[in-house]
């Protein structure tokens, strides 16, 4: 079982940046693969990036690549997620989201935390 608490979120101007961190619990964190979700008003909620349980191997969906980055810390239990450029298309709830299984991680991961709005104003 996974826990999962999101925060850092906020007002940001477009072009600017935000760090996202997301506190994990439960003993086998290092084990599960861990991402990001974002679900903007009226829209299905997506898939914005993943990291495997090393932290050595990252995706990311296009609309984010250059400018999202996503991390982990085994030690601290934390996943973060530093967006850089951004855009008022990238105002959303964000999730943090974990699985056991890399493939699912970024389709239907098992685990989730409540979310954290991140608004972009032009």
């Known amino acids: 079982q996974v826990q999962l608490v999101e925060s850092g979120g906020g007002l940001v101007q477009a072009g600017g940046s935000l760090r996202l961190s997301c506190a994990a619990s439960?003993?086998?964190?290092?084990?599960?693969?861990m991402g990001w979700f974002r679900q903007a008003p009226g829209k299905e909620r997506e898939f914005v990036a993943a990291?495997?349980?090393?932290?050595?191997?990252?995706y990311s969906e296009d609309s984010v690549k250059g400018r999202f980055t996503i991390s982990r810390d085994n030690v601290k239990n934390m996943v973060y997620l530093q967006m850089n450029s951004l855009k008022p298309e990238d105002t959303a709830v964000y999730y943090c989201?974990?699985?056991?299984?890399?493939?699912?991680?970024?389709?239907?991961?098992?685990?989730w935390g409540q979310g954290t709005q991140v608004t972009v104003s032009s």
């Open positions: 439960g003993r086998t964190f290092s084990s599960a693969a």
């Open positions: 989201a974990a699985d056991w299984m890399m493939s699912m991680m970024r389709v239907r991961p098992a685990y």
């Open positions: 990291i495997d349980r090393s932290g050595t191997t990252t």
